[in-house]
């Protein structure tokens, strides 16, 4: 792996666990952990203070054929406010094979799963289509792919429903829209 790739993961995971501490509070609401545990202290942001709020979605399609995988998508920005970054999360039913090789804004999370960075997007901005031509590890029958933003720059999400999809990818080479 790369050392620019290994640096993106590494920022990520990072960026992840912020979120995860952060977003706990609620959606909207950023948490302060000295004041609920009555520190008084304030070393993160105040009590009440407003999270941006921004409804991504993720539009695409995916075909199978033999063991050849394409998915192809797009990352959208409903708004109201943008979002500093995002990147998206496909995690997959049956393993990747190895050594492919991937498109710049995108890294291997295991055997199973890929991240790809949409990058800043502007309220109503849309990213560049990404496009994954990957090989499965032998040649399933079909396989499920799980499509969710991974991080998105620590904005509420009013509407998840239009960024968390799972498509049943049969092998016909057929394009399956989510």
Not at 2 to 25: D, F, H, N, Q, Y
Not at 80 to 98: I, K, M, W, Y
Not at 110 to 129: K, T, Y
Request: aromatic share 4%; charged share 20%; with cysteine.
């Amino acid at each position: 792996m790369g050392v620019k790739r290994k640096a993106l993961l590494v920022a990520v995971s990072a960026l992840t666990a912020v979120v995860t501490v952060v977003m706990g509070a609620g959606p909207g609401v950023a948490a302060d952990a000295d004041a609920d545990a009555g520190g008084g202290g304030g070393t993160g942001a105040d009590v009440g203070a407003v999270v941006p709020e921004a409804d991504l979605s993720h539009h695409g399609h995916a075909s199978l054929w033999s063991e050849q995988l394409t998915v192809r998508f797009e990352s959208e920005n409903h708004g109201p406010s943008a979002t500093a970054d995002a990147t998206v999360r496909l995690a997959f039913s049956v393993s990747l094979a190895a050594g492919q090789s991937l498109p710049a804004n995108c890294l291997r999370d295991g055997d199973r799963a890929v991240l790809c960075r949409a990058g800043q997007l502007r309220a109503g901005g849309r990213s560049p289509e990404t496009a994954l031509d990957l090989k499965t590890a032998g040649r399933p029958v079909e396989v499920v792919v799980h499509i969710d933003t991974h991080w998105n720059g620590g904005a509420s999400d009013p509407n998840p429903e239009n960024h968390r999809h799972r498509v049943l990818v049969p092998a016909t080479g057929d394009p399956y829209v989510f």
